[in-house]
């Protein structure tokens, strides 16, 4: 029950919910999700740890960044339901849709150049 649990938490809150939408159109990092969401990086930091720890969201470091996405397959069986589910919902969402496409424009590179 406890890994029911932490996926239903995780899925619980609107700002997780729309990572993992844009999660599902590209791998990102947390420059890219904070530029997208134009929340705090700390804000986006605690998010994905939720997101991990359900294993709803997996990361992996390549060189300085660490790119962030939606698993193929994992161990918990809610969260891998889940992510099958949540790939057709929320798509006609008007705020859905414009994070999608912005999440699309979002380049690291740029971002980061002036910092």
Known sequence: MKKLVKVMKALSDPNRLKILKMLQYKTM??????????????????????????????????????NYFIPKTCDNPYAEDMIKKL?????????????????????????????
């Open 29 to 66: 990092c947390v420059c890219e999700l904070q530029f997208t969401l134009e929340l705090a990086q700390s804000s986006i930091s605690k998010h994905l740890k939720i997101l991990e720890e359900a294993e709803l969201v997996d990361s992996r470091k390549d060189g300085l960044w660490v």
């Open 87 to 115: 790939a057709s919902w929320l798509e006609n969402e008007s705020d859905v849709k414009t994070l999608i496409d912005r999440a699309k424009l979002a380049d690291r590179m740029i971002i980061t150049k002036g910092k």
